[in-house]
């Protein structure tokens, strides 16, 4: 990365790091591009180069989120995770997070988030070949991951929302816990139907 990419880089970051200071001390909807670029100590053209107005900040930030969850899909491998693995990577990358997403909440910022996130989460499921992912078609992954990860993130939602939220493997294993627990008695009431129908 050459100098000039280097200060573009620097000037996106300081508006976004802006962006999250008067997030903690206001309103969203009070949040202006000129407090943004005075706090960041920036011009707004400089703003203007990089994002279109406001909102396009949040965009911005769920494709940056997105980016670096594929990054830490990618460091696992995918022939030895187990769906356990991934839960936990997920509570735990948020969990990284967790002081810019629990302003993103208080100003009911997060759940808007997830159309996007959802309208990209197919193509991770593709690319991070697990063995437990089947050869569906394009419209059982899209519903699939229209399901998984609504719950998810109203979980993660829930879970972020509290002043001091538990641990994130606390977390994910009563997830994982309450799955089982709900597996083995989809199990047996499936058992018992077939017993009764005899």
Same mark, same amino acid.
């Not at 990365?1 to 573009?8: E, I, P, Q, T």
């Given at each position: 990365?050459?100098?000039?990419?280097? &200060?573009?880089q620097q000037s996106r970051t300081w508006i976004i790091d802006a962006f999250f200071e008067l997030l903690a001390q206001q309103d969203y909807e009070t949040l202006t591009v000129k407090a943004i670029t005075d706090q960041a100590?920036?011009?707004? %053209?400089?703003?203007? @180069?990089?994002? #279109?107005? #406001?909102? *396009? /900040?949040?965009?911005?930030l769920s494709q940056q $989120? &997105?980016?670096?969850?594929? #990054? *830490?899909?990618q460091e696992l491998n995918p022939k030895m995770v187990t769906f356990d693995d991934i839960v =936990?990577?997920? $509570? %735990? $990358?948020?969990?990284?997070? @967790?002081? @810019?997403?629990?302003?993103? /909440? #208080?100003?009911?910022? $997060?759940?808007?988030?997830?159309?996007? =996130?959802? *309208?990209? *989460?197919?193509q991770l499921y593709q690319e991070f070949d697990a063995p437990w992912h089947h050869s569906d078609s394009t419209e059982q992954i899209n519903l699939l991951m229209t399901f998984m990860l609504g719950g998810y993130w109203s979980v993660i939602n829930d879970w972020l929302a509290h002043a001091d939220p538990v641990p994130p493997e606390e977390i994910a294993n009563n997830l994982l816990l309450t799955l089982k627990k709900t597996d083995l008695k989809v199990v047996a009431f499936k058992k018992n139907a077939a017993r009764e129908s005899y």
């Open positions: 990365m050459d100098g000039h990419a280097k &200060l573009a100590q920036l011009s707004r %053209r400089t703003f203007y @180069r990089f994002f #279109k107005d #406001k909102p *396009a /900040i949040l965009n911005d $989120f &997105l980016t670096s969850y594929a #990054k *830490a899909l =936990v990577l997920f $509570f %735990r $990358f948020m969990w990284q997070h @967790r002081e @810019r997403l629990q302003l993103l /909440i #208080k100003q009911n910022l $997060f759940m808007p988030r997830l159309p996007l =996130v959802m *309208a990209q *989460a197919p």
